[in-house]
Nanobody, 121 residues
Framework: QVQLVESGGGLVQAGGSLRLSCRGT????????MGWFRQGPGLEREFVAS????????DCTDLVKGRFTISRDNGANTVYLQMNSLKPEDTAVYYC??????????????WGRGTQVTVSS
């Protein structure tokens, strides 16, 4: 069982930055790939970024490439999502998830409860 707790969401103006954190409780946290997903109002949950257990490999959607960066600190059992140059269309609930490195929701077994990010224009 892995428990994930996200933090760092909030309200920010367009062009601003936020850093999301997700702390996990797994003893073998470094062996688990992590992903960030988001779900806007009335929309399906969509892939944002993922990172391998070691942190040596990462992936992100073209929608955030060059603006968002995923990273992890296995010593702190934490994965981060640095979000820069935020746009109103980035407004969503952001979820972290643990599982197999993939862009598919179904590849992740454990999910956090989410943190709200709101970008004002």
């Amino acid at each position: 069982q892995v428990q994930l707790v996200e933090s760092g969401g909030g309200l920010v103006q367009a062009g601003g930055s936020l850093r999301l954190s997700c702390r996990g409780t797994a003893r073998s946290f470094s062996g688990v790939a992590m992903g960030w997903f988001r779900q806007g109002p009335g929309l399906e949950r969509e892939f944002v970024a993922s990172i391998s257990g070691s942190g040596s490999s990462s992936d992100c959607t073209d929608l955030v490439k060059g603006r968002f960066t995923i990273s992890r600190d296995n010593g702190a059992n934490t994965v981060y999502l640095q979000m820069n140059s935020l746009k109103p269309e980035d407004t969503a609930v952001y979820y972290c998830a643990a599982g197999s490195m993939s862009r598919r929701v179904g590849s992740y077994v454990f999910w956090g409860r989410g943190t709200q990010v709101t970008v004002s224009s």
